[in-house]
C-alpha cells in the first residue's frame, strides 16, 4: 500500500512541472547559430518560450580528439531581428567535463531574460575552461550563416 502511494505522489509531482512552450526552432521565429570548434560540435538545440525567459537546451558533444578532458562552458547569446544583442548567459555544463568514454557529450540548459521575436537568432559558443570576464570575447552583433 505504501509503494502505491509513493507511486502516485510521484505521477502527481511529475504533472506540477514547469509550463514551458513548444520549440519555436521548430516554428521558425527562432534560428539557432551554434559556432564550430575543433573540440566539441553543439547539438539538439531546443529554445522554449517559459515566461518572459529563453530557455535554451542543447548538447556538446566532443570530436573523436583529443581524447583528454575537455572543461569549459557555453555561452548563449541572443540576438533580435536587427541583430542586436538582447540577452546573455553564461553556463556549465553536466557532466561539467565532457566524458572520454561513453556517450561523449554533456547536456546544458541556459535562461535568458528575453520575450523572443519572430526573427530572432540565438548564438551558442562552446569555451575550453572557466567563467572568467577574460574567458570570452565581447559579442555585439548576430553573424549571418
Given amino acids: 500500500m505504501r509503494g502505491t502511494s509513493i507511486l502516485w505522489l510521484i505521477a502527481v509531482a511529475g504533472l506540477g512541472g514547469c509550463a514551458v512552450g513548444p520549440d519555436l526552432t521548430q516554428s521558425g521565429d527562432v534560428s539557432v547559430q551554434p559556432s564550430a570548434s575543433r573540440l566539441v560540435t553543439i547539438?539538439?538545440?531546443?529554445?522554449r518560450q517559459d515566461g518572459?525567459?529563453?530557455v535554451v537546451s542543447g548538447v556538446v558533444r566532443r570530436a573523436p580528439?583529443?581524447?583528454t578532458p575537455?572543461?569549459?562552458h557555453v555561452n548563449v547569446t541572443a540576438f533580435d531581428a536587427a541583430g542586436q544583442k538582447v540577452g546573455h548567459a553564461v553556463v556549465g555544463y553536466s557532466p561539467p567535463s565532457?566524458?572520454?568514454k561513453g556517450p561523449r557529450s554533456s547536456h546544458f540548459t541556459a535562461r535568458i531574460q528575453t520575450q523572443a521575436m519572430q526573427g530572432t537568432v540565438v548564438r551558442i559558443e562552446h569555451h575550453a575552461g572557466g567563467h572568467g570576464r577574460d574567458d570570452c570575447p565581447p559579442l555585439a552583433r548576430a553573424?549571418?550563416?
Fill in 43 to 47: 547539438q539538439a538545440v531546443t529554445v
Fill in 52 to 54: 518572459e525567459q529563453l
Fill in 65 to 67: 580528439s583529443p581524447n
Fill in 70 to 72: 575537455i572543461w569549459g
Fill in 98 to 100: 565532457l566524458p572520454q
Fill in 143 to 145: 553573424q549571418p550563416q
